[in-house]
C-alpha cells in the first residue's frame, strides 16, 4: 500500500545536547520541498508500480521520503548506495529526508521506485520550478542565454571488435541460462548450447595484436581475424535465434517470467549484433564509409549518437545533445534532450517560443554563440519582440556588422553568454551531467531532468538563504 509520508518529528527537540543544525541553503530547500504540486506529480507516477499499489499490500516507502532522497542524490551527485548510507549515517539528512528514526529505504529499493518517474513528469516539475524562481523573485525572464552540451552515456569507447565480442558474450550468457531449460527437450542439445565465448576471446586477442603492427601484412592480418570473428558471431545468432524459437514454443506450454525474458532479451540483442555485423562488413572488409547516423555504437545504451562538437580535446563524442536555456539569477529554465547530432541554430526560434510560455513575454536580451547566428534567427527575434539580439556572427564580417556587434550592449550581452559555459561546467561537476549513470533513452532524460531540478531548487534556495540573512 502506498504510503505518503510518516509522522512527523523533529530530531532536533530529542537530541538537544547535539547542538546541531540544519544548514540555511538546506532549511530552505525543505521549505521549498513541501510543495503539493511537485509531491502529487510524483505519486501519481509511484502509484502507477502495481495496478493495487495505492490500496493494498504492506507499507511502501513513503512518496515524501523517495522525492526527497532523489533530490538529494542529485544535488550531491551521489550514488544510491551513497544515498543510502550518508542519510542513515546524518541526523540532518534523516530530518530533512522526512525518515526521522525509521530505516533508510534501500538502495535497490529507491533505484525501483526512481525508474517509475516519467519523463513527462520531469519536465512538468521543471516548468513548476521555473515558476517558484518567479514566485520568490530570483528571476524575471528579462534576458535569456543558449547553448548546448553532451552529456555521454555510459559506453565504453566503440570498436567494431569489441561491440561483436559484447555481442557475442550477452547472447552466450543467454542461451548458457536457457539450457537448463531446454536441455530435456531439444534435439542436437550439443550443438544448440555449444559455447564459443572462449574462441572468440582468443580471435579478439589475435587482432588487436595484428592492429598494432604496421605494414600491408599486418593489415591483411586484421582482415583475416576480422572475417573469423564475423563468422563466429554469425554462428552464435544463429543458435540465439533457434534458442529464441524453442523459449518461445515453452512460453506457448508453460507461462514461465524466466523462459520468457531470456526470449525477450534474446529478441532485444539479435538485431543489435545483425547491425554491427553489417557496419563492420562494410567498414572494415568492403572499405566503406558508414554514415554516423547508420553507426551503432554500443549495444547497451543504442540511443547513443555520435557528435563532433569541435573540441580540441575531444573531437568526438558519443552520447546525447543537451540542449540548454538559463535566465539571469542563474535558474535552467529550459533542458531538452535532442536526437542525433542537430544544427543548434534549428533550436533557437523553439526556445523563444518556449520562454513565452513560461514567462509570457519575449526577453530583452537573447543571446548565444556563432552557431545561432543567421539571419533568419536574428530577423524572426527582433520581429517577435526581443529588444537585444546578441548573436555574434563567426567569419569575415562586413564593416556595418563590425560596427553594430561593438556596440556596448552587445558587447555587454556576449560577455554575458559566456557565463553560460561555466554553468555547464558546474552540472557537469556537481550534479554529474558530464556521464549519464540511467539506461535507455527514458534514463537519460531522468538523468538530465533531475540534475537540472536539484541545480534550480538549490539556487532558489541560496537566494532565500541570502534573503533571510539579510533581514536577520
Known amino acids: 500500500m502506498l504510503r505518503e509520508r510518516y509522522d512527523p518529528m523533529n530530531l532536533f527537540e530529542y537530541i538537544p545536547a547535539l547542538g546541531m543544525e540544519t544548514d540555511a541553503v538546506l532549511t530552505q530547500l525543505d521549505t521549498l520541498l513541501d510543495d503539493d504540486v511537485v509531491f502529487q506529480a510524483v505519486k501519481a507516477d509511484v502509484s502507477r508500480r502495481f495496478p493495487r499499489t495505492s490500496s493494498f499490500g504492506r507499507p511502501s516507502t513513503p512518496v515524501e521520503v523517495i522525492l526527497r532522497?532523489?533530490?538529494?542524490?542529485?544535488?550531491?551527485?551521489?550514488?544510491?548506495?551513497?544515498?543510502?548510507?550518508?542519510?542513515?549515517?546524518?541526523?540532518v539528512l534523516r530530518q530533512f529526508c522526512r525518515i526521522y528514526t525509521a530505516k533508510a529505504p534501500d538502495d535497490t529499493t529507491l533505484l525501483r521506485w526512481a525508474n517509475l518517474i516519467q519523463p513527462q513528469t520531469l519536465e512538468r516539475l521543471l516548468d513548476h520550478v521555473v515558476a517558484l524562481a518567479k514566485q520568490h523573485h530570483v528571476t524575471r525572464g528579462r534576458n535569456l542565454r543558449l547553448d548546448s552540451t553532451v552529456v555521454e552515456t555510459n559506453v565504453h569507447y566503440p570498436v567494431d571488435s569489441t561491440l561483436l565480442a559484447d555481442g557475442v558474450r550477452v547472447l552466450a550468457r543467454t542461451i548458457r541460462r536457457a539450457k537448463p531449460i531446454l536441455k530435456?527437450?531439444?534435439?542436437?542439445?550439443?550443438?544448440?548450447f555449444r559455447d564459443r565465448s572462449r574462441r572468440v576471446r582468443q580471435v579478439t586477442k589475435e587482432l588487436i595484436d595484428a592492429s598494432r603492427r604496421r605494414g600491408e601484412q599486418a593489415a591483411q592480418e586484421v582482415k583475416q581475424h576480422y572475417q573469423r570473428l564475423l563468422d563466429l558471431t554469425r554462428q552464435v545468432v544463429e543458435q540465439a535465434q533457434q534458442v529464441q524459437e524453442h523459449l518461445h514454443a515453452q512460453v506457448a506450454q508453460q507461462a514461465d517470467g524466466l523462459t520468457r525474458r531470456l526470449a525477450e532479451t534474446i529478441e532485444t540483442f539479435v538485431p543489435r549484433v545483425e547491425q554491427v555485423i553489417t557496419q563492420t562488413t562494410r567498414r572494415v572488409l568492403h572499405d566503406e564509409q558508414v554514415p554516423a547516423s547508420e553507426k551503432l555504437v554500443s549495444l547497451f545504451e543504442p540511443h547513443t549518437a555520435i557528435i563532433r562538437k569541435g573540441k580540441a580535446g575531444k573531437p568526438v563524442e558519443f552520447g546525447r545533445v543537451l540542449w540548454l536555456g538559463e535566465v539571469e539569477g542563474g535558474v535552467i529554465t529550459q533542458a531538452k534532450i535532442l536526437d542525433g547530432n542537430p544544427?543548434?541554430?534549428?533550436?533557437?526560434?523553439?526556445?523563444?517560443?518556449?520562454?513565452?510560455?513560461?514567462?509570457?513575454r519575449p526577453p530583452n536580451l537573447v543571446a548565444g554563440d556563432g552557431k545561432l547566428a543567421t539571419p533568419t534567427n536574428e530577423q524572426t527575434a527582433q520581429q517577435r519582440g526581443v529588444k537585444h539580439v546578441v548573436l555574434p556572427r563567426p567569419g569575415r564580417k562586413t564593416p556595418a556588422r563590425r560596427a553594430h556587434e561593438q556596440q556596448r550592449w552587445f558587447r555587454k550581452g556576449r560577455d554575458w553568454r559566456a557565463g553560460i559555459e561555466g554553468r555547464i561546467s558546474g552540472l557537469k561537476r556537481r550534479h554529474g551531467l558530464r556521464r549519464c549513470r540511467y539506461h535507455g533513452d527514458e534514463g537519460m532524460d531522468r538523468w538530465v531532468g533531475w540534475g537540472v531540478i536539484a541545480h534550480d531548487l538549490r539556487v532558489i534556495a541560496q537566494h532565500e538563504a541570502a534573503k533571510a540573512s539579510r533581514q536577520g
Open 343 to 360: 544544427d543548434d541554430a534549428a533550436q533557437f526560434l523553439p526556445s523563444l517560443e518556449t520562454h513565452v510560455q513560461q514567462f509570457g
Open 184 to 192: 530435456d527437450t531439444v534435439e542436437r542439445a550439443r550443438t544448440l
Open 69 to 91: 532522497m532523489l533530490v538529494v542524490k542529485h544535488l550531491y551527485h551521489w550514488s544510491y548506495e551513497q544515498t543510502e548510507q550518508w542519510v542513515s549515517d546524518s541526523l
